[in-house]
């Protein structure tokens, strides 16, 4: 399962400027989850509700005030493990524009364990 260019504006940043404003963050997320039962039963029960997991990150996120996307990151893969039993997560977090001539720059983590 997975989430793509998940955009959420946050208070983020360690500068005194970045304190004061919201800044456009976009989440790549990659879920493990099994399809198996949901697909043969057609049962939205057994399924990852991908939407839940985006209005959760989004709420988590826009309230949020890390200074450190490291952080932030830390914190949202928690959130996905531990709110929705997810084994497995790579997030990946871009605060584009962040750094002058590239096109993007942010944090990758993997948690959990893959099966």
Known sequence: MFLRDLKVDAVIGICDWERRIQQRLHFDIEMQWDIKSAAAGEDIGQALDYKAVAKRIIAFVSSSECLLVETLAERVAALIRDEFAVPWVRLTLN?????????????????GVRS
């Open 95 to 111: 605060k584009k524009g962040a750094v002058r001539g590239a096109a993007d720059v942010g944090v990758m983590i993997e948690r």
